[in-house]
């Protein structure tokens, strides 16, 4: 594969098919989401990893005015707690909503975000998709 087809795939995997995210965050009412987890998957940490990896580049793709931070903990002692959190922001700065991402796949995450947080679903002919070369 060419390094133009795995770039053009990597931008169709943030924009076009990774679907669950495809939403507009309400930008008047949120200011952004903070991520907390550690570096390795121990401790239930896991699908945390896997939706920061999947489903955070899409969120940011669709909303470019929401700031997204990310806090990841190095733990190399797995008896240590490290937290494993999603926080939801207000314009404030002040979390209004939080969940708790341990032992959650990272579908169940999202869709907890969804619940928790207002939004729109990304109209069908605003999602974007990137052409590939003919080889």
């Keep these: 594969?060419?390094?133009?087809?795995?770039?053009?795939?990597?931008?169709?995997?943030?924009?076009?098919?990774?679907?669950?995210?495809?939403?507009l965050i309400d930008s008047k009412k949120y200011s952004g989401l903070r991520l907390t987890f550690q570096t390795k998957n121990h401790n239930g940490h896991m699908g945390?990893?896997?939706?920061?990896?999947?489903?955070?580049?899409?969120?940011?793709?669709?909303?470019?005015?929401?700031?997204?931070?990310?806090?990841?903990?190095?733990?190399?002692?797995k008896q240590k707690s490290v937290?494993?959190?999603?926080?939801?922001?207000?314009?404030?700065?002040?979390?209004?909503?939080?969940?708790?991402?341990?032992n959650k796949m990272h579908d169940v995450i999202m869709k907890d975000l969804l619940d928790k947080i207002e939004h729109k679903?990304?109209?069908?002919?605003e999602v974007i998709r990137a052409g590939f070369p003919i080889e």
């Design 83 to 102: 937290p494993c959190k999603l926080e939801i922001l207000s314009q404030e700065g002040t979390v209004t909503e939080t969940i708790d991402m341990r």
């Design 48 to 77: 945390a990893r896997v939706f920061w990896h999947d489903y955070l580049p899409t969120l940011q793709f669709y909303n470019p005015e929401i700031k997204f931070d990310v806090i990841r903990i190095k733990n190399e002692d």
């Design 1 to 23: 594969m060419s390094k133009v087809t795995q770039q053009l795939n990597f931008l169709n995997k943030i924009s076009a098919t990774t679907k669950l995210p495809q939403i």
């Design 121 to 125: 679903p990304l109209p069908e002919n």
